[in-house]
Structures are given as structure tokens and as C-alpha cells.
């Protein structure tokens, strides 16, 4: 599997604060990689690291072999790396069409392009019938369908989910998961931050674990949920004593 994101030794301070320290690991192509750990932990910082909200203290980001370290989140999108907020976006005086063409407009400045375009990723997530409603009015599990949506309507090859799950039921959690599973066959990679370990346990292809802001873990899911470390950082009462 060919190597699509690699974040060499990436350090992220607030002042004094170190949100990162010298964290690195990679994600290949069509593979699905969580990124676990306690709040603040530092994964949304990593996130925000590597989409380009803002550049690394030290350390680099190479994507498809290229170092995109300190580029624009506009850039970096457009090499084929988006992601999704831990706080919904939805723009909520557009309908939910409109808020998938917003992605759209990255490749095209035709209108009639990006409706196109969206009409496909509007089907795609089961949002088509509710395209004309405004953002503003949707519930919380369509309003995180409209901002995966609008995500792929980048086309991304590489998607990143912020905790897109939270707040949702056990048939939602499903649904994601489903489409994170069907976006892996299309030929996607996804770098999935989330909490439910229930939901990332299954779809993840490699798990790694972030504690204050480093890298105390990766392995396979079977060798994460028996990781003493991991579970007494993080996993302890949450996952491994359901399981048991
Ligand atoms: N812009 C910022 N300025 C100062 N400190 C910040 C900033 N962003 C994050 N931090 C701090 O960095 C640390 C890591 O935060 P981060 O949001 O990355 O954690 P997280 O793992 O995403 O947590 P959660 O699971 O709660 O979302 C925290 O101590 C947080 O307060
Ligand atoms: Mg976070």
C-alpha cells in the first residue's frame, strides 16, 4: 500500500503550552486511521496541523511524497486533503445543496458544474431529498451528513473527521460508519478522530494514540484495546471494561 500522509516528528506549542510533541506516523492509501486519546489530548491541534489552519511549530507534513508544511488550508485542499470540523460548520443561510456546491467551487467556477457535482455526493450520502432545506434548520446528524458532503465535494483523497459522530444514536453511529467504510472501497483514505470507541474499533485499519500531545501508541485495534498504556491513559473504564 502506497504511503498518501506523513507527519514527521510534529511539535505544536501554544506559549508554553505543548499541544504536540514530536508526533509521527503515516496513513496509506485506502486505509482507514483513528486517531484516539483523552481530551485535550491534541488530535484536533494535529488536525489543524495538517490541514493548514496553521503551520506546525517544528516537524513536517508530507503529502503523496510532497512536504506541504506551512501551506494554506486552501492549498492543501486543493492537493486533496479536507476535513471536517469538531464543531459543525454547516453555512446555514444556504440549503444544503448549496452548502455541498461551496466544495464544489474548488474545482470548478461554473455554477452548473458544481450543482452537478453535488447532485452526485447528495445522493452519495443520502441527502438528495433534503437538498432544497436551509442549513439553519436541519437536524444535528444532517448537518454533519451536509458537512461530509461538502467536504467530498472537494474530492478529497484524503478525508479527515473531527469527531463527526458525537451527539449522534446507535443507528447514526451506524450510518457513518457505513459511509466511512463505503468511502474506504471508492478508494478514499480517512484519518478519523473520535471518541466511540464501539464505532472506531471496526472500521479502523490502524489506530493511533495521542496523550498529552504524544504519541503513546499505533497498532492494529486488537492491539490497541490490550495495550496497558493505552488503557490506562485513556481506554481504561471505557472500552476495554465493556468488553470483558
Ligand atoms: N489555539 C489554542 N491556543 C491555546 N491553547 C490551545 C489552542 N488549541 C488547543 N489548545 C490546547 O492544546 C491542548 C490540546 O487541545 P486539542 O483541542 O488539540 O485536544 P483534543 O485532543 O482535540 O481534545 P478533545 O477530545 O477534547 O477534542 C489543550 O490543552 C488545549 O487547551
Ligand atoms: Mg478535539
Known amino acids: 500500500m502506497?504511503?498518501?500522509?506523513?507527519?514527521e516528528n510534529i511539535t505544536k506549542k501554544f506559549g508554553n503550552l505543548v499541544?504536540?510533541?514530536?508526533?509521527?506516523?503515516?496513513?496509506?492509501?485506502?486505509?482507514?486511521?483513528?486517531?484516539?486519546?483523552?481530551?485535550?489530548a491534541?488530535?484536533?491541534?494535529?488536525?489543524?496541523?495538517?490541514?493548514g489552519y496553521y503551520p506546525p511549530t517544528s516537524g513536517k507534513v508530507f503529502f503523496k511524497g510532497q512536504d506541504i508544511t506551512g501551506k494554506t488550508a486552501f492549498e492543501i485542499c486543493?492537493?486533496?486533503?479536507?476535513?471536517?470540523?469538531?464543531?459543525?460548520q454547516t453555512l446555514k443561510e444556504m440549503t444544503v445543496e448549496e452548502n455541498v456546491m461551496t466544495g464544489a467551487f474548488l474545482h470548478t467556477g461554473s455554477r452548473k458544474q458544481a450543482q452537478i457535482a453535488a447532485a452526485e455526493i447528495l445522493e452519495r450520502t443520502g441527502?438528495?431529498?433534503?437538498?432544497?432545506?436551509?442549513?439553519?434548520?436541519?437536524?444535528?446528524i444532517d448537518k454533519k451528513r451536509v458537512e461530509i458532503a461538502r467536504a467530498l465535494a472537494t474530492r478529497p483523497?484524503?478525508?479527515?473527521?473531527?469527531?463527526?459522530?458525537?451527539?449522534?444514536?446507535?443507528?447514526e453511529i451506524k450510518d457513518v460508519m457505513e459511509l466511512c467504510l463505503r468511502l474506504k472501497e471508492e478508494g478514499l483514505s480517512l484519518l478519523v478522530v473520535e471518541h466511540i470507541m464501539e464505532a472506531i474499533m471496526p472500521i479502523?485499519?490502524?489506530?493511533?494514540?495521542?496523550?498529552?500531545?504524544?504519541k503513546i501508541a499505533e497498532g492494529l485495534p486488537e492491539e490497541?484495546?490490550?495495550?496497558?498504556?493505552?488503557?490506562?491513559?485513556?481506554?481504561?473504564?471505557?472500552?476495554h471494561a465493556e468488553s470483558k
Not at 2 to 7: H, P, Q, T
Open 2 to 7: 502506497a504511503e498518501l500522509l506523513r507527519i
Open 19 to 40: 499541544a504536540n510533541e514530536d508526533v509521527s506516523f503515516s496513513v496509506n492509501e485506502h486505509e482507514i486511521v483513528s486517531l484516539i486519546g483523552p481530551n485535550g
Open 42 to 51: 491534541g488530535k484536533t491541534t494535529l488536525f489543524n496541523s495538517i490541514s
Open 78 to 88: 486543493r492537493l486533496g486533503i479536507t476535513r471536517t470540523f469538531q464543531v459543525v
Open 127 to 140: 441527502l438528495t431529498e433534503k437538498k432544497n432545506i436551509r442549513g439553519a434548520s436541519l437536524t444535528i
Open 157 to 171: 483523497q484524503l478525508l479527515m473527521l473531527d469527531e463527526c459522530m458525537a451527539g449522534l444514536n446507535q443507528t
Open 204 to 214: 479502523s485499519d490502524r489506530i493511533v494514540v495521542l496523550n498529552a500531545g504524544k
Open 224 to 239: 490497541i484495546v490490550n495495550n496497558e498504556e493505552v488503557i490506562k491513559a485513556y481506554l481504561g473504564d471505557r472500552y
